[in-house]
């Protein structure tokens, strides 16, 4: 590789990959749930997506790069045993607030210790499909097709996983007597 293509390289990279790098993260601590496996995803990730950005069209670079981590995934799956998920909630760790009381509003209700520990075990609930679709788009913010391409499945798979997870998560918070009412939030 001579300078020139190399200087190439670079500027798309840190056109298209460096500022997807949050994102990656956080995709990759919900894939591996663990800091270090999802460091090292990500810099495999990093890595595969150097090799390969001269021949990246600059379209999709979110979907080009969660497509090459899911890809890395599936083949550190194939060299290592399967990672089971101790406590995904762990990332979901907010700073408490003030107890929520009868007359708490909307916002001291989700942020709420009970509202918390109430989510946190829906999702521990839930099956790991499910709960994986809900941390991809409720929480790290992926949309239905990023989603779909990085778990490898249709879109509809992934919107039927989630209406599903959620409405489990609903009915625990229901039957907790944290579900809002309608109009409140």
Do not use: C
Not at 79 to 96: E, F, G, N, S, V
């Amino acid at each position: 590789m001579d300078t020139g293509d190399r200087g190439a390289r670079d500027k798309a990279f840190a056109q298209y990959v460096l500022p997807e790098v949050e994102v990656l993260l956080r995709v990759a601590m919900t894939l591996t749930a663990q800091v270090a496996d999802a460091e090292d995803l990500v810099q495999d990730t990093l890595l595969r997506a150097y090799r390969a950005v001269d021949r990246f069209d600059g379209e999709h670079p979110r979907a080009w790069l969660l497509t090459i981590m899911r890809r890395a995934e599936m083949n550190r799956h194939r060299r290592r045993r399967p990672h089971l998920l101790d406590d995904p909630d762990t990332d979901l760790d907010r700073l408490a607030s003030t107890p929520a009381g009868p007359d708490a509003g909307p916002e001291e209700i989700v942020v709420g210790e009970a509202f918390d520990e109430v989510v946190d075990a829906a999702l521990a609930d839930l099956p790991d499909k499910h709960r994986q679709v809900v941390r991809l788009v409720d929480i790290d913010g992926l949309s239905y097709a990023e989603a779909a391409g990085l778990l490898d499945v249709p879109e509809g798979t992934v919107m039927s996983r989630l209406h599903r997870a959620r409405k489990r998560i609903r009915a625990r918070l229901t039957a907790a007597g944290l579900a809002p009412k309608r109009g409140v939030l």
